[in-house]
């Protein structure tokens, strides 16, 4: 090891090692960002695919760019206001505009990446807009319809996020046409712990939310609920359709999932109960 | 850092001579780093209660070890002793923080189930602690046989406290269910603690009683 070295060497070595190590990480960030955000892109509409009934081991053979077709071709993306009004992308891409946004980039952008821009954007909006926060936000949602043969939609896809124990998770839940019964539910981007709480993205897990009910049968939203360990231990009947099993060792995770899935279908309620309206009555006729 | 390795073993004519082996055997048993050295217990608790986050935690560390245990050996003539832990930290975590970044890149899936134990990495007491007692005054390639042989002693008990725990905790290995249905219906019953930190603990404390009972090392 070295011998005692002056301290104007100490301080030459320790810049240049900071420069060094600053350097590879700079860029190793910006070469690998392109291909990392790829990856989140591809991972997003995933699992939109999945939640209607697609396999991952179907989707990891295929190559991306058909993922991202076969999102194309059977889902159609419906963009909803604060007042359950559908709404078309210009009023965003307008606003954005105001904030040196060029139109390509804009254009590039699907509905998804369009909102949450959008989103972050919303208080120096809103002050552009002469408006307070709450007054300016339109408060636009994302519906995705899964509409594979080009008819009438046959699941409702939409995405769900909250805290968990440790972090944001985000995922999409699955309606099916009766906009009441689970489809299917997937979570993409998580940090609870490996092996606990981790393991509401194992198949078993997810597996359990098909064919639950969101809607009790006095017609109200009660969303479904992790139970603390087995559902059928503590709850019986037809309650039984609002539970599903717990994960030993993860109830934090478990907890904040139902705080989160509740509150966001509670977003989403007056729009599915309109939605809900149409069904029957077209059925009536 | 193909460079670095292939021109060390160039100046010594013996590639995997006694001494190499022993920096490679060691550790895996004699001198482990988790049951004897004591160090790295965090990781050890953390990322075992299933098989598979345990397995590519293995698989990084050891990447990383061996990364650090070369970068520091090859620095070791011009680091200055008094900043020599922080410039070891610097390097590690520059190390850590390319791994995640290339898991992202190129194997997402991974990154996604390891979440945020790749960055834990940085504060595993294992690869700090080889930089300082043996890279900083080694050559290269000991240095590096040193990073696979910890690398791999850290990897046994892992995988060995992780095989315990998933098997008594879920009555599965690697995600496949082992412990029949017809066994549950008899009124088996899986043992939480397992999954829990404490059954981590328990087993761990297991390990290190057998091997101490097998290897007659006797602490001060």
């Given at each position: 090891?070295?011998?005692?070295?002056?301290?104007?060497?100490?301080?030459?070595?320790?810049?240049?090692?900071?420069?060094?190590?600053?350097?590879?990480?700079?860029?190793?960030?910006?070469?690998?960002?392109?291909?990392?955000?790829?990856?989140?892109?591809?991972?997003?509409?995933?699992?939109?695919?999945?939640?209607?009934?697609?396999?991952?081991?179907?989707?990891?053979?295929?190559?991306?760019?058909?993922?991202?077709?076969?999102?194309?071709?059977?889902?159609?993306?419906?963009?909803?206001?604060?007042?359950?009004?559908?709404?078309?992308?210009?009023?965003?891409?307008?606003?954005?505009?105001?904030?040196?946004?060029?139109?390509?980039?804009?254009?590039?952008?699907?509905?998804?990446?369009?909102?949450?821009?959008?989103?972050?954007?919303?208080?120096?909006?809103?002050?552009?807009?002469?408006?307070?926060?709450?007054?300016?936000?339109?408060?636009?949602?994302?519906?995705?319809?899964?509409?594979?043969?080009?008819?009438?939609?046959?699941?409702?896809?939409?995405?769900?996020?909250?805290?968990?124990?440790?972090?944001?998770?985000?995922?999409?839940?699955?309606?099916?046409?009766?906009?009441?019964?689970?489809?299917?539910?997937?979570?993409?981007?998580?940090?609870?712990?490996?092996?606990?709480?981790?393991?509401?993205?194992?198949?078993?897990?997810?597996?359990?939310?098909?064919?639950?009910?969101?809607?009790?049968?006095?017609?109200?939203?009660?969303?479904?609920?992790?139970?603390?360990?087995?559902?059928?231990?503590?709850?019986?009947?037809?309650?039984?359709?609002?539970?599903?099993?717990?994960?030993?060792?993860?109830?934090?995770?478990?907890?904040?999932?139902?705080?989160?899935?509740?509150?966001?279908?509670?977003?989403?309620?007056?729009?599915?109960?309109?939605?809900?309206?149409?069904?029957?009555?077209?059925?009536?006729? | 850092?193909?460079?670095?390795?292939?021109?060390?073993?160039?100046?010594?004519?013996?590639?995997?001579?006694?001494?190499?082996?022993?920096?490679?055997?060691?550790?895996?048993?004699?001198?482990?780093?988790?049951?004897?050295?004591?160090?790295?217990?965090?990781?050890?608790?953390?990322?075992?209660?299933?098989?598979?986050?345990?397995?590519?935690?293995?698989?990084?560390?050891?990447?990383?070890?061996?990364?650090?245990?070369?970068?520091?050996?090859?620095?070791?003539?011009?680091?200055?002793?008094?900043?020599?832990?922080?410039?070891?930290?610097?390097?590690?975590?520059?190390?850590?923080?390319?791994?995640?970044?290339?898991?992202?890149?190129?194997?997402?899936?991974?990154?996604?189930?390891?979440?945020?134990?790749?960055?834990?990495?940085?504060?595993?007491?294992?690869?700090?602690?080889?930089?300082?007692?043996?890279?900083?005054?080694?050559?290269?390639?000991?240095?590096?046989?040193?990073?696979?042989?910890?690398?791999?002693?850290?990897?046994?008990?892992?995988?060995?406290?992780?095989?315990?725990?998933?098997?008594?905790?879920?009555?599965?290995?690697?995600?496949?269910?082992?412990?029949?249905?017809?066994?549950?219906?008899?009124?088996?019953?899986?043992?939480?603690?397992?999954?829990?930190?404490?059954?981590?603990f328990i087993l761990l404390g297991l390990i290190i009683w057998v091997q101490k009972t097998f290897s007659k090392t006797v602490e001060e």
């Open positions: 090891m070295s011998k005692s070295k002056g301290t104007t060497y100490t301080f030459i070595f320790a810049t240049a090692i900071c420069f060094v190590c600053s350097l590879i990480l700079a860029v190793s960030a910006t070469v690998l960002q392109p291909r990392q955000k790829d990856n989140i892109k591809l991972d997003i509409v995933q699992n939109i695919l999945i939640s209607v009934g697609h396999t991952k081991e179907e989707l990891t053979k295929k190559a991306p760019a058909e993922s991202f077709e076969m999102f194309d071709r059977e889902f159609e993306t419906i963009l909803i206001d604060k007042n359950n009004q559908s709404q078309d992308r210009t009023f965003m891409e307008t606003e954005l505009k105001k904030l040196g946004y060029e139109d390509d980039t804009l254009k590039a952008m699907n509905e998804g990446e369009l909102v949450s821009v959008f989103e972050a954007k919303l208080f120096l909006l809103a002050r552009k807009a002469g408006k307070s926060k709450a007054e300016y936000n339109p408060g636009y949602k994302l519906v995705y319809a899964f509409n594979p043969n080009q008819t009438s939609p046959e699941a409702y896809v939409v995405p769900i996020s909250g805290y968990g124990l440790w972090d944001i998770i985000k995922g999409y839940i699955a309606l099916g046409t009766d906009l009441k019964t689970v489809k299917g539910i997937t979570f993409y981007e998580h940090k609870e712990t490996p092996g606990l709480g981790a393991l509401i993205t194992e198949s078993w897990f997810k597996d359990q939310f098909k064919g639950k009910k969101i809607i009790n049968n006095q017609g109200e939203l009660v969303s479904v609920t992790v139970a603390r360990g087995k559902a059928s231990d503590t709850i019986s009947g037809p309650a039984l359709d609002h539970y599903v099993d717990g994960i030993s060792g993860a109830t934090l995770t478990g907890n904040g999932l139902n705080q989160f899935l509740k509150a966001n279908l509670e977003v989403y309620e007056p729009y599915f109960a309109e939605l809900r309206d149409q069904t029957t009555q077209g059925t009536e006729l | 850092m193909t460079a670095g390795t292939a021109a060390a073993p160039a100046k010594k004519a013996s590639l995997f001579g006694k001494k190499e082996q022993k920096f490679l055997k060691d550790p895996l048993w004699d001198t482990n780093p988790i049951t004897l050295q004591v160090l790295g217990i965090c990781s050890a608790l953390a990322v075992t209660s299933t098989m598979k986050p345990a397995l590519v935690m293995c698989l990084s560390v050891i990447a990383v070890l061996v990364g650090s245990n070369l970068v520091i050996s090859l620095l070791r003539n011009l680091i200055p002793a008094k900043i020599r832990i922080i410039v070891m930290l610097a390097v590690i975590s520059t190390l850590v923080t390319l791994v995640d970044q290339l898991l992202k890149a190129y194997m997402f899936e991974l990154s996604k189930e390891l979440s945020v134990f790749v960055g834990l990495i940085i504060t595993n007491c294992i690869v700090l602690g080889r930089a300082e007692a043996f890279a900083l005054a080694n050559k290269p390639w000991p240095s590096v046989l040193d990073g696979i042989g910890n690398g791999l002693g850290y990897s046994i008990i892992l995988i060995l406290v992780a095989i315990g725990r998933e098997f008594f905790g879920n009555g599965s290995l690697m995600g496949v269910q082992l412990i029949p249905e017809s066994l549950y219906e008899m009124g088996y019953v899986n043992a939480g603690l397992m999954i829990l930190p404490p059954g981590a």
